[in-house]
């Protein structure tokens, strides 16, 4: 079952974000599962919006790409992020 997953990194910035991001790209099977990312400034930080095909696969990102995050000096928040059940899932002029 799909989930939806939303975490608030409070101090974060676009340049670290990227800077990991690009460090992500170059793992292999680093996003298997991931449906869709998005990340958005705030003026505290950044939010982070993805759609998990499971929770498992999304728990297995995380474990991957939490000690990576750290070697970039990314911003540690003891906040989870929330998930929640997908009741729906579309992309329009997919036909879904």
Same mark, same amino acid.
């Given at each position: 079952?799909?989930?939806?997953?939303?975490?608030?990194?409070?101090?974060?910035?676009?340049?670290?974000?990227?800077?990991?991001?690009?460090?992500?790209?170059?793992?292999?099977?680093?996003?298997? /599962?991931?449906?869709?990312?998005?990340? *958005? %400034?705030?003026?505290?930080?950044?939010?982070?919006?993805? =759609?998990?095909? &499971?929770?498992?696969?999304?728990?297995?990102?995380?474990?991957?790409?939490?000690?990576?995050?750290?070697?970039? /000096?990314?911003?540690?928040?003891?906040? *989870? %992020?929330?998930?929640?059940?997908?009741?729906?899932?579309? =992309?329009?002029? &997919?036909?879904?």
């Amino acid at each position: 079952m799909a989930i939806f997953v939303h975490a608030v990194l409070p101090g974060a910035t676009t340049d670290q974000y990227d800077a990991l991001n690009a460090k992500l790209q170059e793992t292999p099977n680093m996003f298997d /599962g991931c449906v869709s990312h998005a990340c *958005a %400034p705030t003026d505290d930080g950044l939010e982070i919006f993805d =759609v998990w095909e &499971t929770e498992q696969q999304m728990n297995a990102f995380g474990e991957r790409m939490m000690p990576i995050a750290a070697a970039e /000096g990314f911003p540690v928040t003891e906040a *989870a %992020p929330r998930v929640l059940r997908v009741h729906n899932y579309w =992309v329009p002029g &997919t036909g879904g």
